[in-house]
């Protein structure tokens, strides 16, 4: 492929992906997959180059706009090569020559307008702190409430760093150690987190589907900041678990872990498909205890009957804990969507109430950053169920973990500039009668 045609291509491939309402690493995958002509070197400049413009749109959108070009995927590419890639404006007018998989001609307009761009760098002392960010401005303004001015610019700087890659050992199939040595003979080198006893950080980027360790179960992905949540949930042999939006299984797995194949555990969800993904992985890890139900009035009041001594509630939410993963997801978040979220939390920690027995536990955490979110709903939770108290947190640590907590105060929140992990918010609610 020539480099008009790798331009070209990013450019359509961004289109894609935002006339897609999938998250943008499926939307790349397939549109890759299905033109098995593009070669890896060409699919490693367009992947680095769509991600690099989603990465820093903001700032790209603000040079247009300054410009006078109007701000959309073309323009942010054609910017980003000059700004980010350093590429030269009289090179980009060269080989944006409208041939067959080469960018349009660019208009006169377009042409002064990028040379102006020579030169400069993507950050400009001008931009506002919503624009440095990479954040829409009421997203930034949380931030700023949530954190303070000061901070509020380290959790967003720490927002665009790329994340780790780290993996949580299935103790039904082996321990760490076993793990390093069976991920090493791949030449995959990890170290031990950390916060988390099960977890192990990769250095680099790897193909794990490549792996022994992975194919055969003993070593899932997760992040370090989600495996405290399932630390945090002191699951033991013989105990009767609900996974009460269990997505793809990936909280539930490591409850598997900690039960030992020994108790019942459920894992639920609205969405049915999702569930069916869960399945060849729990398979994978060797997990014999699971059934699988519907999060719907009926399942949820024989639920009720029976009465469970863990719940976790792992709340669909903004998902703004994990947009170093998803950095095309902060551009898609609206204030209704994030209001919606809102509703939805509220809405699944009531129906949960009702299945934790007395003395039993609800465990309510999000991969959201916003008190909206978090705190707030635990407080307005309180409010209504007087049979319920919070559990101090980090307390609770101590008697689960023999690391040192990695939080303060009655609540778990994990931020990815204090903690370098996701964010993450973890609140133990035990019932009393
Ligand atoms: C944060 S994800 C769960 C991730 C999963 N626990 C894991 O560790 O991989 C939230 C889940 O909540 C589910 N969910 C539950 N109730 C929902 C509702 N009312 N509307 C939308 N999603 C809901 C979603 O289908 C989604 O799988």
């Known amino acids: ?90 090179e980009l007018d060269e080989i944006c020559n409208g041939e067959q998989y080469s960018p349009e001609k660019l208009s006169d307009f377009e042409n002064e307008a990028l040379a102006t761009l020579q030169g400069k760098t993507l950050d400009h002392p001008d931009m506002s702190q919503a624009v440095m960010g990479e954040l829409p401005d009421w997203i930034s303004g949380l931030f700023e409430q949530q954190f303070g001015k000061e901070q509020a610019v380290f959790e967003m700087a720490a927002l665009q760093q790329e994340a780790t890659l780290d993996l949580r050992v299935n103790l039904l199939k082996g321990d760490r150690e076993q793990a390093q040595e069976f991920l090493a003979a791949d030449d995959v080198i990890s170290e031990k987190t950390a916060h988390s006893d099960w977890g192990l950080r990769v250095q680099g980027r790897t193909a794990l589907g490549n792996c022994k360790a992975f194919r055969e179960g003993l070593v899932e992905v997760q992040d370090e900041g989600s495996q405290l949540i399932a630390i945090l949930c002191d699951a033991k042999p013989g105990m009767s678990i609900i996974d009460l939006c269990a997505g793809a299984g990936g909280k539930t797995l490591a409850l598997a872990a900690s039960l030992g194949n020994d108790g019942d555990l459920v894992a639920m ?127 609770l640590w101590v008697e689960v973990s023999d690391v040192p907590c990695p939080f303060d105060g009655e609540v778990m929140k994990l931020t990815p500039a204090q903690h370098g992990l996701d964010g993450f918010f973890c609140a133990v609610l035990e019932r009393t009668a």
């Open 269 to 395: 969800d609205v969405d049915a498909r999702r569930l069916q993904r869960a399945e060849p992985r729990m398979e994978r890890a060797g997990v014999e205890n699971v059934r699988y139900a519907t999060l719907n009035n009926d399942n949820l009041n024989k639920m009720a009957k029976k009465g469970f001594d863990r719940v976790l509630v792992d709340a669909p939410c903004s998902g703004s804990g994990t947009w170093r993963r998803q950095p095309d997801a902060r551009l898609r978040l609206t204030k209704e969507k994030y209001g919606n979220y809102q509703g939805l939390q509220a809405d699944v920690l009531e129906k949960s109430a009702k299945c934790v027995k007395v003395g039993g536990r609800l465990i309510y955490a999000t991969c959201s950053l916003f008190n909206g979110e978090n705190i707030d709903q635990i407080n307005t939770f309180l409010t209504k169920h007087a049979n319920y108290t919070l559990r101090d947190a980090s307390k």
């Open 1 to 90: 492929m020539r480099p008009n045609g790798r331009i070209q291509t990013s450019i359509e491939l961004l289109n894609e992906v935002q006339e897609s309402p999938l998250p943008m690493d499926r939307v790349v995958n397939t549109y890759l997959r299905a033109r098995r002509f593009i070669g890896s070197k060409d699919r490693r400049d367009i992947n680095a180059r769509v991600y690099g413009v989603i990465r820093s749109r903001c700032r790209l959108d603000w040079w247009t706009t300054q410009t006078g070009l109007t701000a959309g995927n073309r323009s942010a590419v054609l910017a980003y090569t000059i700004l980010v890639e350093g590429m030269k404006a009289s």
